[in-house]
């Protein structure tokens, strides 16, 4: 079996919910009682927050690209980010890294257009919703995404932020 590589950390509580889902679908999948093995580095979500807030995508990459390889050298065969915002800079990662990464933007919209469905509504940070990385991927595929209206997303953004990263 291959072993996965989690960069997590930078959505805490995404990376809590990853590491309950897999251990479920494995448990689905196997009833002997193991569990399978695979590898979180959790990497420090303020310099990832810092970077976005001061717009350096290219310091984003740069920081997420020092942490993929740690992946690799513990024994990953492939990886993913367990965020949604760190995919802005995914296709300035991928090709970089040491490792296969899987993108949740498309595991996202194969798994819509899996449940035939042609309209989705895109929630997140700030980042996430204003960002081009969704709508590049559904636009390509057939799938329209809906996002909230600019006073709603700084809503959003600000529960997110104060509310689901502190985990409260």
């Known amino acids: ?6 960069i997590g950390g930078v959505g805490p509580e995404s990376t809590i919910e990853y590491y309950r889902t897999i251990i479920a679908l494995y448990r689905t999948r196997k009833s002997d009682g193991s569990y399978p093995q695979f590898i979180i580095n959790s990497v420090d979500l303020k310099k990832g927050l810092d970077f976005m807030a001061a717009n350096d995508l290219a310091g984003m990459a740069e920081y997420l690209l020092e942490e993929i390889p740690k992946l690799a050298r513990a024994g990953a065969d492939f990886g993913l980010i367990a965020a949604n915002t760190p995919h802005v800079v995914f296709d300035d990662v991928a090709p970089k890294s040491p490792i296969p990464l899987i993108s949740i933007v498309e595991a996202t919209c194969a798994a819509a257009k899996t449940r035939k469905l042609k309209r989705l509504a895109l929630f997140g940070t700030r980042y996430t ?5 969704y709508p ?7 799938v329209g995404l809906v996002c909230p209206d600019p006073q709603d997303q700084d809503y959003m953004h600000d529960k997110y932020m104060n509310e ?3 985990g409260i």
């Open 1 to 6: 079996m291959k072993t996965l590589g989690i």
């Open 129 to 133: 919703m204003q960002g081009t990385f």
């Open 136 to 142: 590049k991927v559904f636009s390509r595929e057939g």
């Open 164 to 166: 689901l990263v502190p």
